[in-house]
T-cell receptor
């Protein structure tokens, strides 16, 4: 079964706007990661946040984690057309497996 | 350059045939994973391996088989028992423990005719 569920399923914004995607998960985790996938390609790692962290930044990316609510959010600031892609959250359990959500399809219009 | 390589990129198969998808990495990673992705969907875990000669079933292992005879190689066989094999298959690897960043290949698209 998929561990994470992203929300919304699809998001369309104008260039320069911020994009926020959410992820909810079901069981305890060691860390939560966000990945990006361009159509028909492999996934690329964006950022990892550990279970004892609440917020992390990397360039235009900001990730938050609320373990009490079992949820995370990914904020992309000042979006660009090149940010158009699908974004997935991934979590691992104590079995050292990695499970992904269904993803959010982000479209940034120039 | 270090990375993870999947082959073939596109594969066509007749019903009833087994096919094997190759996944090779030169990152010296212990953990390797196979995922299936259907159109517009997320990734579902098929099999994963934390160490050579050991692997575990994921959520959708039925109709698939794997081997891990070498650290750098984790081939996936899609057997005729897999009832709906047409999909995009992604291989990934990570450092020991499997709790760090996953590095993905570019995927193999399998179509059953």
């Amino acid at each position: 079964s998929q561990q994470g569920e992203e929300d919304p399923q699809a998001l369309s914004i104008q260039e320069g706007e911020n994009a926020t995607m959410n992820c909810s998960y079901k069981t305890s985790i060691n860390n939560l990661q966000w990945y990006r996938q361009n159509s028909g390609r492999g996934l690329v790692h964006l950022i990892l946040i550990r279970s004892n962290e609440r917020e992390k930044h990397s360039g235009r990316l900001r990730v938050t984690l609320d373990t009490s609510k079992k949820s995370s959010s990914l904020l992309i600031t000042a979006s660009r057309a090149a940010d158009t892609a699908s974004y997935f959250c991934a979590t691992d359990s104590n079995n050292n497996d990695m499970r992904f959500g269904a993803g959010t399809r982000l479209t940034v219009k120039p | 350059d270090g990375g993870i390589t999947q082959s073939p990129k596109y594969l066509f198969r007749k019903e009833g045939q087994n096919v094997t998808l190759s996944c090779e990495q030169n990152l010296n990673h212990d953990a390797m994973y196979w995922y299936r992705q259907d159109p517009g969907q997320g990734l579902r875990l098929i099999y994963y391996s934390q160490i050579v000669n050991d692997f575990q079933k994921g959520d959708i292992a039925e109709g698939y088989s794997v081997s891990r005879e070498k650290k750098e190689s984790f081939p996936l066989t899609v057997t005729s028992a897999q009832k709906n094999p047409t999909a995009f298959y992604l291989c990934a690897s990570s450092m020991a423990g499997g709790t760090g960043e996953l590095f993905f290949g570019e995927g193999s698209r399998l179509t059953v005719l």
